[in-house]
């Protein structure tokens, strides 16, 4: 939030403006080849994709009756998209670099690209992961958010501190509303686990043979 007014002091050349326009340069041609191919899957993915996915799973788990788990999703997205990204972007309006090789809308800072690749890489982790296996998950994570930032850059779309601050804040707003709903999603895990228990034991007292 900080960069945000650091940003918004000075939209045209802020502090680390020198920073941006190297990254830049080093981001520049030929745009073709397998680089132009991972760049494009990668913004399609942060375009349809990446809200049909939370769709996807929204619809999983109120199937499943998980209303905690989907509580805790919208939440995340609604107040991490809409709010976070898209309050940024309207506070602060920074210029996108010039010929963007994609569509973009307003506003460079932050990249809502990156905000939803470190977003998505939280909700996964909370929901579908398990626990366990928690820290293989964050790294992989972390490889395809970092994935997500190079292709913004090397698609002319952001300046490299606009994705850095996207990818904390979607990353920061998943973690926070993990915190909030911590309590719930845990006593839902419990009646989850207990419904399950409960389930297997139905399902052995009807086959087991009766004995007398």
Do not use: C
Not at 180 to 197: C, K
């Amino acid at each position: 939030m900080a960069t945000a007014f650091v940003v918004r002091a000075d939209i045209t050349y802020p502090p680390f403006q020198g920073l941006d326009d190297r990254w830049l340069g080093w981001m520049g041609g030929p745009h073709d080849g397998p680089y132009m191919a991972v760049a494009t899957v990668l913004n399609w993915f942060g375009g349809p994709v990446g809200a049909a996915l939370p769709l996807a799973l929204l619809v999983l788990l109120l199937v499943r009756r998980r209303l905690a788990s989907a509580g805790f999703l919208l939440a995340a997205y609604l107040g991490g998209n809409m709010l976070v990204i898209q309050g940024l972007k309207h506070l602060v309006d920074r210029p996108r670099p010039a010929d963007p090789l994609v569509r973009v809308d307003h506003g460079s800072f932050p990249s809502g690209h990156a905000a939803t690749a470190a977003l998505l890489v939280v909700v996964v982790g909370v929901l579908l992961v398990p626990a366990a296996r928690r820290r293989a998950w964050w790294y992989a994570g972390a490889a395809f958010t970092l994935a997500m930032m190079w292709s913004r850059t090397w698609l002319h779309a952001h300046w490299l501190t606009d994705t850095v601050a996207g990818a904390a804040a979607g990353a920061g707003a998943g973690l926070l509303v993990w915190w909030l709903f911590q309590p719930a999603l845990a006593r839902e895990g419990v009646r989850s686990h207990d419904r399950r228990g409960a389930a297997a034991g139905a399902d052995t007292d009807a086959v087991t043979p009766a004995t007398g």
